[in-house]
T-cell receptor
Framework: GAVVSQHPSWVICKSGTSVKIECRSL??????MFWYRQFPKQSLMLMAT?????????EQGVEKDKFLINHASLTLSTLTVTSAHPEDSSFYIC???????????FGDGTRLSIL | EDKVVQSPLSLVVHEGDTVTLNCSYE??????LLWYKQEKKAPTFLFML????IEKKSGRLSSILDKKELSSILNITATQTGDSAIYLC????????????FGKGTSLLVTP
């Protein structure tokens, strides 16, 4: 149980393109989903917290107009990197949490490369 | 500010050795401490600890939380090459909306 699916796993695109990443909880309802970013040889940095049906809460320094998050249902959250530039290249990971006492489970991550 | 510190940052051992990874934390209104294993992709869940002194065990891995010392250890006995990974410790505070604050991780390499 507690499977989180993230898609796509790898994206290469040109500068200026917008990229959408999907995160789905497959066998549980995720009241809260999280988006993290990880640079090489570094730990995970929280970008935003997303609750179903409400606006995402962004961490300090994360541009909300750049990283659009939508959490329209209890099983799906999306992160759209708008007008991506090479400095947005990174490993983006989502996680989802069900009930209060349950841990976060992570998707497999999306490796984004902007040329 | 919440803080999670892991040690050592990296470790190389031989197959069959036992290793102990450390995690210390400072967090406002502690809720839980979690251990994850990260190989090439995203982290996979190992343990969630909320109560002090109660050991959690899964096969050759075990973990325990010490709330008085604000720390946790992750033990791996009879290590195998498949245990090579980065082990991440994360802490959840009651005030953080369930968001996790991660340490930098311990990179473990088990050699044959």
């Amino acid at each position: 149980g507690a499977v989180v699916s993230q898609h796509p796993s790898w994206v290469i695109c040109k500068s200026g393109t917008s990229v959408k990443i999907e995160c789905r909880s497959l066998d549980f309802q995720a009241t809260t989903m999280f988006w993290y970013r990880q640079f090489p040889k570094q730990s995970l940095m929280l970008m935003a917290t997303s609750n179903e049906g409400s606006k995402a809460t962004y961490e300090q320094g994360v541009e909300k107009d750049k990283f659009l998050i939508n959490h329209a249902s209890l099983t799906l959250s999306t992160l759209t990197v708008t007008s991506a530039h090479p400095e947005d290249s990174s490993f983006y990971i989502c996680s989802a949490r069900g009930r209060e006492s349950q841990p976060q489970h992570f998707g497999d991550g999306t490796r984004l490369s902007i040329l | 500010e919440d803080k999670v510190v892991q040690s050592p940052l990296s470790l190389v051992v031989h197959e069959g050795d036992t290793v102990t990874l450390n995690c210390s934390y400072e967090v406002t209104n502690f809720r839980s401490l979690l251990w994850y294993k990260q190989e090439k992709k995203a982290p996979t869940f190992l343990f969630m600890l909320t109560s002090s002194g109660i050991e959690k065990k899964s096969g050759r891995l075990s973990s325990i939380l010490d709330k008085k010392e604000l720390s946790s250890i992750l033990n791996i006995t009879a290590t195998q090459t498949g245990d090579s990974a980065i082990y991440l410790c994360a802490v959840e505070g009651l005030d953080s909306g369930y968001a996790l604050n991660f340490g930098k991780g311990t990179s473990l390499l088990v050699t044959p």
